[in-house]
């Protein structure tokens, strides 16, 4: 079966320093990854997503996220946090050609100090 | 944003009590799915539907029920709520199954005492 694991709970990071969120799934093929944020009291906003090609990818608000298929990563990262970066991200994984039944991770939260 | 509402957005009801959650789409999307949050567990599928009058179950879809009866539409049903049903409910849209991103509405905060 898939599933997705989060292994940072909380993370903590200064204004402008870089961050790395990390996300290990588990997968027997190649799985739809995706990546997404929730600010305080809103739904979900897809981030980025990674259904083939180009392993690195670009996302919205200066995120980006590598697919490694040797270490069944999907690490998000972004290079200066911005105080609004501050929410809850979440990544999921979908059988390929069927991204219908999404498999959340628990979810990371992200605090950023000034 | 993708055109999602949910109804209500907040609700406190007591055990025992049925309660009706209303996820309205105005993408004319054919998939559409609900979803509950809880800590510790991310998102988790309850109920999916496929089209008018055609709804399947998830992950976790013991003690609720749903109905489409209208492509615009899709209701989740406590037909009686415990307070193991406290959370927060997320609707989501998607145009395809097969490589499209599903989209989701503002949730509806339900708590049952």
């Known amino acids: 079966a898939q599933s997705v694991t989060q292994p940072d709970i909380h993370i903590t990071v200064s204004e402008g320093a870089s961050l790395e969120l990390r996300c290990n799934y588990s997968?027997?093929?190649?799985?739809?990854l995706f990546w997404y944020v929730q600010s305080p009291g809103q739904g979900l906003q897809l981030l980025l997503k990674?259904?083939?090609?180009?392993?690195l990818v670009q996302g919205i608000k200066g995120f980006e996220a590598e697919f490694k298929r040797s270490q069944s990563s999907f690490n998000l990262r972004k290079p200066s946090v911005h105080w609004s970066d501050a929410a809850e991200y979440f990544c999921?994984?979908?059988?390929?050609?069927?991204?219908?039944?999404?498999?959340f991770g628990t979810g990371t939260r992200l605090q950023v100090f000034p | 944003d993708a055109g999602i509402t949910q109804s209500p957005r907040h609700k406190v009801t007591e055990t025992g009590t049925p309660v009706t959650l209303r996820c309205h789409q105005t993408?004319?999307?054919?998939?559409m799915y609900w979803y509950r949050q809880d800590p510790g567990h991310g998102l988790r599928l309850i109920h999916y539907?496929?089209?008018?009058?055609?709804?399947d179950k998830g992950e976790v879809s013991d003690g609720y029920s749903v109905s489409r009866s209208k492509t615009e539409d899709f209701l989740l049903t406590l037909e009686s709520a415990t307070s193991s049903q406290t959370s927060v409910y997320f609707c989501a849209i998607t145009r395809t199954r097969g490589g499209d991103t599903q989209y989701f509405g503002p949730g509806t905060r339900l708590t049952v005492l």
């Open positions: 990674y259904f083939s090609g180009d392993t």
């Open positions: 993408e004319n999307h054919r998939y």
């Open positions: 997968y027997g093929a190649t799985p739809y």
């Open positions: 539907s496929y089209g008018v009058k055609d709804t």
């Open positions: 999921a994984v979908a059988r390929s050609y069927n991204t219908d039944k999404l498999i």
